[in-house]
């Protein structure tokens, strides 16, 4: 059993590969119209275009699926790769890491570990929603003395047991 909450698929054993499966394949859908009409619009627009239409579509919750399978990996940065060809006027067997540095533009896999650090930074530093901020807590607030490990985090191992009735 499938559910849909808020354009993201979860099934019954929380795994990502629907809705990893349905995101890839629909970017590339997408892609595959913005490849038919590149030739009317300059490379800035492109940038754009793909940034608004698909890549926003591809991270949309990113910090949940982020520690997802690798054959998932490569079904979003096969997206990555075709937005890039695209923007760049490559050919289908260029090599795509030079193009992708030209670009500036991170793999999917380092992409996702700067997005998660960039959240784990706001929350630390009070910059992030207060339900998210609250669950990191320093050492120094519980302790309440300055050492060289105060600014760590308190690791707190929480345990959830979901009863489901068959």
């Known amino acids: 059993m499938q559910r849909k909450t808020l354009e993201f698929f979860l099934n019954i054993n929380l795994t990502f590969n629907d809705h990893i499966t ?10 595959g119209q913005i490849n038919r009409v590149k030739h009317c619009f300059d490379r800035q627009t ?3 275009l793909i940034n608004a239409l698909v890549f926003t579509k591809l991270f949309y919750c990113s910090s949940v699926w982020s520690n997802t399978t690798e054959t998932n990996f490569s079904k979003t940065q096969a997206v990555q790769n075709f ?26 896999k380092k992409q996702l570990h700067l997005r998660k650090a960039i959240l ?25 003395r300055q050492t060289r490990s105060s600014q760590l985090l308190i690791i707190i191992i929480i345990i959830i047991i979901i009863i489901m009735n068959l």
């Open 83 to 108: 937005a890039c060809r695209i923007v760049s006027g490559a050919k289908k067997y260029d090599h795509i890491t030079p193009l992708l540095k030209e670009l500036k533009w991170l793999p999917i």
């Open 120 to 144: 784990v930074f706001r929350c630390m530093n009070g910059m992030a929603p207060g339900y998210l901020a609250v669950r990191f807590v320093k050492r120094f607030s519980n302790s309440g």
């Open 46 to 48: 492109l940038i754009i």
């Open 22 to 31: 349905y995101t890839a394949s629909s970017s590339m859908a997408r892609l």
